[in-house]
Each structure stands twice: as C-alpha cells, then as structure tokens.
C-alpha cells in the first residue's frame, strides 16, 4: 500500500513566521487530501489537490501538488494562534476505495 | 444538515470488558470507516463498511468487529478489552465511490483501566 512521509514532525514558530509542512511519497499518488486536527478535536477536511503541478490557496494557507505526483506541501502564511493543529496528509490504500492511511502528521505551535 | 456524530463521547471500561460504539454517517453518505488513534499518533484504520458489508480491513485482531445498518449507521465492537485499546475512536462517513473526501466525526474517547 501507499505511504506518505511527512515532515517535519513537530515545529514551533512565532505568531506572524511562515511556516511549511512536506509530504512524500516513494509512488505516484491519484491525490492527495490534507486535514487539520485542532488539539482535542477530530481530523477536518482541507483540501483535496488532483492535477499535476496543482495549486490552491485558502486565505493564508497554500497547498501545492508536486509535477510527479509524489510530494506535496502547505505553506501557511503570517501563523496565527488559530492555526495551531497537526496537519495530516494522508494517502489512500492500493484499492482506493477510501481507506485513508495517516502517518504522524505535523504538529504546529504558534506562539503568541 | 447533521454531520457525522458518534456516541458515546467518552467512556470507561476495565480490562476484559466489551464496549460497542455507534455512529451515524453524514447525510447522503453511505460508506462509514472507522478509526483508532492512539494519543500523539495519526488515526490507524480499523474497517470499512459499504452496503452493511466489510469492504476493507487494517490491521487488528478478530476482537475488533463491526456493523452496518441499512440506514447506514454503523457500530464499532471491541471485545475483551485490553490497557493498550484505550484510544479516541473515530468514525468517518464518505460517499460511495473510491477516493472521495471523509467527514470524521467528533469521535469517542475510550479509557480501559
């Protein structure tokens, strides 16, 4: 089955700093989906990227699907204190029937 | 337009115990998985259930089995219990069809002591 390494792991920026997580993946992938979970919370949908070379942006966050369709990445924008979450990119099984495998995830501290 | 919601939140059990979780899908979804995670870990996928059959299967043991309902609901049983099946267990509903977003719900949080 498919696999996605995410980096990195953990990361601690100042309210205001950019911040970038990595996704990658050692095979091509149909898509990639990217989801935040709050802590306490559960995983939130934030986007799904499905073309080559893609592109999408949500206010501050940027979400870019590598030309291979092996990597992927967010970049966030002037943190802000609501931003503070693990961000996940999971990959979806060999079958693709909606079996979403997750990895560790990115965990952001913003300090204020 | 209710989303997923999952009962109960929160729960205690000891060891040994059996414990059975329900979740209902979001409307028009039909295609329920459900998920554990472990504190500080991503969610590991438990099953899937499409058309009240097991569809998919990660990797736990036989005491975790499930359930669909025709109304799509479905539940999540855990037998004998044990320390290291304390996790928030998540329920996320999807539309038929492969590769298509999932809506997880709020999830239930299960302490076995």
């Known amino acids: 089955g498919q696999q996605v390494m995410q980096i990195p792991q953990y990361q601690h920026v100042q309210e205001g700093e950019d911040f970038t997580t990595y996704c990658n993946s050692s095979?091509?992938?149909?898509?990639i989906q990217w989801y935040k979970q709050r802590p306490g919370g559960h995983p939130v949908f934030l986007i799904q990227?499905?073309?080559?070379?893609e592109v999408k942006k949500q206010k501050r966050l940027t979400f870019q699907f590598g030309e291979a369709k092996k990597n992927s990445s967010l970049h966030i924008t002037a943190t802000q204190t609501t931003d503070v979450g693990t961000y996940f990119c999971p990959a979806y099984g060999s079958s693709n029937t909606g079996k979403l495998i997750f990895g560790q995830g990115t965990t952001l501290q913003v300090k204020p | 337009d209710a989303g997923v919601t999952q009962s109960p939140t929160h729960l205690i059990k000891t060891r040994g115990q059996q414990v059975t979780l329900r979740c209902s899908p979001k409307?028009?979804?039909?295609?329920v998985s459900w998920y554990q995670q472990a504190l500080g870990q991503g969610p590991q996928f438990i099953f899937q259930?499409?058309?009240?059959?097991?569809?998919q299967r990660g990797n736990f043991p036989d005491r975790f089995s499930g359930h669909q309902f025709p109304n799509y609901s479905s539940e999540l049983n855990v037998n004998a219990l044990l320390l290291g099946d304390s996790a928030l267990y998540l329920c996320a509903s999807s539309p038929s069809g492969g590769g298509n977003i999932q809506y997880f719900g709020a999830g239930t949080r299960l302490s076995v002591l």
């Open positions: 259930y499409y058309e009240e059959e097991e569809r």
């Open positions: 990227l499905v073309k080559s070379g």
């Open positions: 409307s028009g979804h039909d295609t």
């Open positions: 095979t091509t992938l149909s898509n």
